[in-house]
C-alpha cells in the first residue's frame, strides 16, 4: 500500500474509512486536491506540510491522543528524512566539499539555541524534507531558501536555530548567522551591505579585499558559496529587499528566513518555501510550562498550569515568561501566578520580564512602530471591537474609512503578522496583541475618538442585521431605528440567501456586540440588536441564546423608560419561553407584552400579543383557550387591515381545529390563507400551512396527499433556512410515512428529524428518540 513513510500513510486511511468518508469526500472537506489525499494515503509525500497534516485532522474531527498521535505519524520521520537527505546528498555529513579548498574558514556562527525546545514536530520535519531537493531536469539549480513567518514571541527564531543545529551536520562547509534587526527596540534594520560584510569577513575574506559597493559584495560572496555546502540563518528579516542580496546560488546550500513579515514575495521570485508559525497546541504549551517549571511542581497544581497556559494564549514567549516569573518565585503558588494573569488589564504587566527583548509588550511595540499611521490606528480601533474576529465592511465602519482602504490596512497588518485571517476576508488578533492594541488605545486615542469609534460599530451591526432580519421575515413586526452615525456605512443584503449567510457568519460577534452595547450603556443597541437577531436563531434552533439575550433586551428597554421596546421585547422573550418549554415565564412576559401594547394602544402589537397567548394555550395543550386567543387576534388583523397578520392567524386557527379533530375545518382555514399568501407574493411562514395541510390530510387518510403537502413544507423550510420547522415538518413526514406502511423512510424521516433536534438541543429531542425507540425497538440478543 504505502510506498515510503507507510505509518501515516495507513493511519489517514484508516482514519477516513473510520469516519465513512471516501477520499473525495476528504479532500473537500480539507480543501486539499483528491490527488493529494491519494499521495498521502500511498505513502508518496515523505514529508507532509504542517497545514496540509492540520487540515486532515480538522475533516477527520481528530481531537486529544487522536489527533496527537495522527500528528505524531505524520512527521515522525524527522531522523529518516535528515538520514536519507545525507545519504543522497553530494557531500556526506561531516566532509568538506571540493569547492570551499584547502585551508578554507568553516564559520560555525549558529547562536546558542533554547535548551529545553519543546514540540514544532510537523514544522521540524518540514524543514527536514527540504534538505534534499530535487535536482536534475526539472529539479532546482538553486539552494533551498525557507522563510519562516508568524507573530511576535510566536518562537521563529527559536525553531530556526534549534532545527539549524539539528542540521548542521549536513553542511560541512560551516553556518552563517546574522540578526538583521528588522524588528527591534532601537537602531535602524541592518543594510544587506552591513550583512553581507559581516559573511565575507567570516568566509576568510580581507577587509582590504571586500569591496566597496554591494552589488560587488553580492557577487563575492555568491562566488565564495558556489561550490560549497552551507547553511544561511537570515534572522529577523524586515522585508524581500533586505534578504534578496544575500541568498546564495549554491545548489548545495540553505537559507533560513525568520520574520515577522510573511516575505511572499520571495515565494514570487525565488521559489521560497514559506512556512508560517502559529501559536502552540494546547497540550504543547503545557509541556512548556512544565519543562520549565519542574514536573514536580507541575504535577502538583496541574489545573493552574492549564490555566496559566491558555491566559497565556499559548504564545511561547508569553509561556516562557511566566515559567521564569514562576521559577523566579518558587514561594508563590501557581494559582496564585495564575490569578495575577487573569486581571486582562495588567497581564502585560506580568508578563514583563524588564528585559525588552524578551518582555511581551516590548517586543509586540517592535512591530507597532513600522506602521503607519493608518496602520496603527486600525490596529489600535480593532482592539475596541468585541467580537472573535472582524470583517473588511466592520473594519471600515470600525475605522470610518472606505472598504478599499479598509482591506489594505487589514492586509498590512495580516501581512506584519498582527492579525491573522484565519478565513476569508476574516481577520482575529491574538488575545495578548489585543491587549497591547487596547493598552495603546488607551494611550494615544482621545475617549471622544474611542466613544464614535465604538458607536459606528455598534450602528454597523444593528442596521445590517434589521435589513437581514426584515428579509429573513417579511412579515415580523418592525421597529424605528435611528439613523446610522457618520462613518458607518451597514451592509445591504439583497436576499435572503444573502441575510442567512451574513447572520451566520456574524453569529457569535453579534452576541459579543450586544453585550459591548450593555457595558457602554447604549441600551438603544442593547434591546434592539436582540430583536434584530431573533429571527436568526430561531430559525437555527438557537433557543437558549434567544432566552438570554432577550432578557438583555427587555432589561435595556426598562432602563431606558421605553414602552414600546419593553412590549416588543417581552413578546420576543414568551415566544423563545415556549420554545424552551418554560410556561410559566411564557405566560408572564407575554401578558405583560399585551398589557403594555394595551396600554400604547397599539393594535398591531396586541395582535401580536394575543397570537403568543394562543400559541402558549396550544403547547399547553389547552386547545379551546388557544382558539379563543387567536380569534382575538384575527378580528384585530381583520379591523386594521393587516392581510399578513390574518393569514399567519388563520392558519394557527386552522391547527387549533385540526387538534380538535374538525379536519375539514381546519383545511378550510388553510386554504384561506394560502389565498392571502398569494396576493401577498410569498410569505416567510407559507411552510407552516403546508405543513398544516399535511397534518389534516394525515389524520383524513390521504396518506399520499399528506406525504405532498410535508414535502412542500419540507422545501420552503429549507429554503428559508429554518432548522426548527425543518425538523417539525421531518416528524411529519415520518408519521405520513409510517402510517403508510412506509417504514424505512418512516425511520429514515425521524433520524433526520432527531439529528436536529440533538444538534439545537431541543426539547421535543426525547419525545422524538421514544418514538423512535418504540417504532423500531433492537432486536434482542441472544
Not at 148 to 155: D, E, K
Not at 267 to 273: F, M, R
Not at 456 to 464: A, E, K, N, S, V
Not at 764 to 780: E, H, N, Q, T, V
Amino acid at each position: 500500500m504505502a510506498e515510503d513513510g507507510g505509518m501515516f500513510a495507513i493511519r489517514l486511511a484508516g482514519c477516513r474509512q473510520l469516519t465513512g468518508l471516501s477520499q473525495k469526500e476528504l479532500a473537500a472537506r480539507s480543501g486539499l486536491s483528491v490527488r493529494t489525499v491519494g499521495g498521502l494515503e500511498r505513502g508518496r509525500v515523505r514529508s507532509p506540510h504542517p497545514d496540509t497534516v492540520r487540515r486532515l485532522a480538522d475533516a477527520l474531527e481528530l481531537h486529544g491522543q487522536a489527533r496527537d498521535e495522527f500528528t505524531a505519524d505524520a512527521h515522525r520521520r524527522l531522523a529518516d528524512a535528515a538520514g536519507e537527505a545525507e545519504a543522497a546528498a553530494p557531500f556526506p555529513a561531516g566532509q568538506s566539499s571540493p569547492g570551499a579548498g584547502p585551508g578554507a574558514p568553516v564559520p560555525r556562527q549558529l547562536r546558542l539555541g533554547v535548551r529545553d525546545f519543546t514540540g514544532r514536530a510537523a514544522e521540524l520535519s518540514f524543514l527536514t524534507g527540504l534538505l534534499n531537493p530535487p535536482r536534475g531536469p526539472g529539479g532546482r539549480g538553486t539552494g533551498v531558501v525557507a522563510a519562516i513567518g508568524g507573530m511576535a514571541g510566536v518562537g521563529k527564531t527559536a525553531l530556526a536555530i534549534h532545527w539549524a543545529h539539528l542540521a548542521a551536520r549536513h553542511f560541512p562547509d560551516g553556518q552563517l548567522y546574522v540578526n538583521l534587526r528588522g524588528f527591534a527596540s532601537s537602531g535602524a534594520p541592518a543594510t544587506p551591505a552591513e550583512a553581507l560584510h559581516g559573511f565575507l569577513d567570516a568566509l576568510g575574506v580581507p577587509p582590504e579585499r571586500i569591496p566597496a559597493g554591494q552589488d560587488t559584495q553580492a557577487a563575492l560572496y555568491r562566488s565564495l558559496l558556489a561550490e560549497r555546502r552551507m547553511l544561511i540563518v537570515l534572522d529577523n528579516a524586515h522585508d524581500e529587499g533586505q534578504v534578496r542580496p544575500l541568498l546564495p546560488a549554491s545548489p548545495a546550500s540553505m537559507v533560513i528566513i525568520t520574520s515577522r513579515n510573511q516575505l511572499a514575495g520571495l515565494a514570487v521570485t525565488d521559489g521560497t518555501e514559506l512556512l508560517r508559525l502559529d501559536i502552540l497546541p494546547h497540550n504543547e504549551a503545557v509541556r512548556l510550562l512544565t519543562v520549565r517549571i519542574g514536573a514536580s511542581r507541575a504535577t502538583a497544581e496541574p489545573a493552574a498550569i492549564h490555566e496559566i497556559a491558555r491566559l497565556c494564549a499559548h504564545l511561547p514567549l508569553a509561556l516562557a515568561v511566566a515559567a521564569a516569573r514562576a521559577a523566579a518565585r518558587p514561594g508563590i503558588s501557581l494559582p496564585a501566578l495564575a490569578d495575577e494573569l487573569r486581571d486582562t488589564a495588567h497581564r502585560l504587566d506580568v508578563l514583563d520580564a524588564r528585559d525588552p527583548a524578551v518582555s511581551v509588550a516590548a517586543v509586540f511595540s517592535w512591530s507597532y512602530r513600522q506602521l503607519g499611521d493608518d496602520a496603527a490606528r486600525m490596529f489600535r480601533l480593532l482592539s475596541l471591537h468585541p467580537g472573535p474576529d472582524i470583517s473588511m465592511h466592520a473594519a471600515a465602519s470600525l475605522a470610518a474609512v472606505d472598504e478599499p482602504q479598509a482591506s489594505r490596512l487589514l492586509l498590512d497588518l495580516a501581512r506584519d503578522c498582527l492579525l491573522t485571517e484565519h478565513a476569508a476576508g476574516r481577520y482575529a488578533f491574538h488575545d495578548l496583541l489585543r491587549a497591547y492594541a487596547a493598552r495603546q488605545a488607551q494611550d494615544r486615542d482621545s475617549p471622544a475618538d474611542r466613544d464614535a469609534a465604538i458607536g459606528r460599530i455598534l450602528d454597523y451591526y444593528l442596521h445590517t442585521a434589521a435589513r437581514g432580519a426584515l428579509l429573513l421575515e417579511q412579515s415580523r413586526e418592525r421597529i424605528a431605528l435611528a439613523p446610522a452615525r457618520a462613518g458607518a456605512a451597514p451592509e445591504q443584503p439583497s436576499d435572503r440567501g444573502q441575510a442567512l449567510a451574513w447572520f451566520e457568519a456574524e453569529h457569535q460577534v453579534l452576541l459579543a456586540v450586544t453585550g459591548l452595547a450593555t457595558n457602554v450603556g447604549a441600551d438603544s443597541h442593547a434591546w434592539q440588536l436582540p430583536w434584530a437577531m431573533t429571527g436568526y436563531l430561531h430559525r437555527r434552533g438557537y433557543v437558549h441564546e434567544r432566552v438570554a439575550l432577550l432578557g438583555i433586551a427587555v432589561a435595556a428597554a426598562a432602563r431606558l423608560d421605553d414602552a414600546l421596546g419593553q412590549a416588543v421585547s417581552l413578546r420576543a422573550l414568551g415566544s423563545a419561553c415556549i420554545d424552551a418549554a418554560d410556561h410559566d415565564q411564557a405566560r408572564a412576559h407575554l401578558e405583560r407584552c399585551l398589557s403594555q401594547y394595551q396600554r400604547l394602544d397599539d393594535r398591531t402589537g396586541e395582535a401580536w400579543a394575543q397570537l403568543g397567548l394562543s400559541r402558549l394555550a396550544e403547547a399547553q395543550g389547552r386547545y379551546a383557550d388557544a382558539l379563543g386567543h387567536g380569534e382575538q387576534a384575527l378580528r384585530i388583523y381583520q379591523a386594521i387591515g393587516h392581510p399578513a397578520g390574518q393569514a399567519r392567524v388563520l392558519n394557527s386557527l386552522a391547527w387549533g381545529h385540526a387538534l380538535l379533530g374538525d379536519y375539514h375545518r381546519g383545511r378550510r382555514l388553510c386554504q384561506q390563507s394560502l389565498a392571502l399568501i398569494a396576493t401577498l407574493g410569498g410569505c416567510d411562514f407559507e411552510c407552516q400551512v403546508w405543513d398544516t395541510l399535511g397534518y389534516i390530510e394525515l389524520h383524513l387518510g390521504d396518506f399520499a396527499q399528506a406525504a405532498a403537502h410535508f414535502e412542500c413544507a419540507l422545501s420552503l423550510s429549507r429554503e428559508n433556512g429554518d432548522r426548527n420547522s425543518e425538523a417539525e415538518i421531518l416528524t411529519h413526514v415520518g408519521d405520513a410515512r409510517h402510517a403508510a406502511g412506509e417504514l424505512p423512510q418512516a425511520r429514515q424521516a425521524w433520524q433526520q428529524a432527531l439529528g436536529i433536534y440533538d444538534e439545537i438541543q431541543h426539547p421535543g429531542a426525547d419525545k422524538l428518540r421514544a418514538k423512535l425507540i418504540a417504532s423500531f425497538p433492537r432486536p434482542a440478543c441472544r
